[in-house]
């Protein structure tokens, strides 16, 4: 009896570990979606903004898909919006 309980709650917890936890990753990846999305529409002009690759520069111009972004005096690069992860305080 003691083993058909024990077999019972490991399936159960099996059952939990498949079905809940991905769902649960689920909501937490649209959360991060939705704070991507929302950060990068709130974008500006003259915004200092950090690539995820760890270039931090200000924004001189923004497009549909991609920004320029001024790294250096009279030096500026044109990257995708998906590759800034923040703003950078002054």
Do not use: W
């Not at 931090?56 to 898909?65: F, L, S």
């Amino acid at each position: 009896m003691n083993n058909i309980l024990i077999i019972g709650m490991v399936i159960i917890m099996i059952i939990l570990y498949l079905v809940v936890l991905p769902i649960t990753r689920k909501k937490q990846q649209q959360k991060n979606i939705t704070q991507m999305k929302e950060f990068i529409n709130n974008l500006r002009k003259h915004d200092k903004v950090m690539m995820n690759c760890g270039i931090i520069g200000k924004i001189k111009t923004i497009h549909e898909e991609t920004i320029e972004l001024e790294i250096a005096d009279n030096t500026v690069i044109t990257i995708d919006k998906m590759s800034l992860i923040g703003k950078v305080s002054d």
